[in-house]
């Protein structure tokens, strides 16, 4: 399968706990997002890498959030010291040089007790 | 700003009647748009997108949709629906900066 690949699929985590979720792209896909999708809406824009370099944060990325691309490949999104808040599923998409057209993994759903 | 509006939460009909599913953009300039469905458990698929082209865009599974900017509308419509279209519908507008700006999403039901 040479679409996006997100894990793990899903999280069960305590309130105050780290968690690391990893998005592996589409191997020619220069781009990176992250996206996050709450019950009942669209997924919002949360940050951007253009290969190795994180170009856009959205102001929803807390500084309890983190993201990384350190090979211009995989990418890992971290947040620390969970919130009941931050409970949704956490998407992932990439896409090519120039392309607008993003695709997107399965997603990791989070819950926070 | 860049932003889209769907018109409907829900929509229900019946297998082999036409779809349609409304949305309304509003952009700075010529947009980009886009039809996206997800389906339970699975991630978001493209359906189609309008890049300045033909107003009508022709999608995957018999969906398709019409860019009228009189309107700064983008509905989608199919002309059957079948029970696999059962899923969440979301418009999406891009800024042309890389963002994709999605709306709340339609789920669409499809009653035998």
């Known amino acids: 399968d040479t679409g996006v690949s997100q894990n793990p699929r899903h999280k069960i985590t305590k309130r105050g706990q780290n968690v690391t979720f990893r998005c592996d792209p589409i191997s020619e896909h220069n781009r990176l997002y992250w996206y996050r999708q709450t019950l009942g809406q669209g997924p919002e824009f949360l940050t951007y890498f253009q290969n190795e370099a994180q170009l856009e944060k959205s102001r929803l990325l807390s500084d309890r959030f983190s993201a990384e691309r350190p090979k211009g490949s995989f990418s890992t999104l971290e947040i620390q010291r969970t919130e009941q808040g931050d409970s949704a599923m956490y998407l992932c998409?990439?896409?090519?040089?120039?392309?607008?057209?993003?695709?997107f993994g399965p997603g990791t759903r989070l819950l926070v007790l | 700003a860049q932003s889209v509006t769907q018109l409907d939460s829900h929509v229900s009909v019946s297998e082999g009647t036409p779809v349609l599913l409304r949305c309304n953009y509003s952009?700075?300039?010529?947009?980009?748009l886009f039809w996206y469905v997800q389906h339970p458990n699975k991630g978001l698929q493209l359906l189609l997108k309008?890049?300045?082209?033909?107003?009508l865009v022709k999608g995957i599974n018999g969906f398709e949709a019409e860019f009228k900017k009189s309107e700064t509308s983008f509905h989608l419509t199919k002309p059957s629906a079948h029970m696999s279209d059962a899923a969440e519908y979301f418009c999406v507008v891009s800024d042309g900066a890389n963002n994709l700006f999605f709306g709340t999403g339609t789920r669409l039901t499809v009653i035998p």
């Open positions: 952009s700075s300039y010529s947009p980009s």
């Open positions: 309008y890049t300045s082209a033909a107003t």
């Open positions: 998409a990439s896409s090519g040089q120039g392309q607008e057209t993003q695709y």
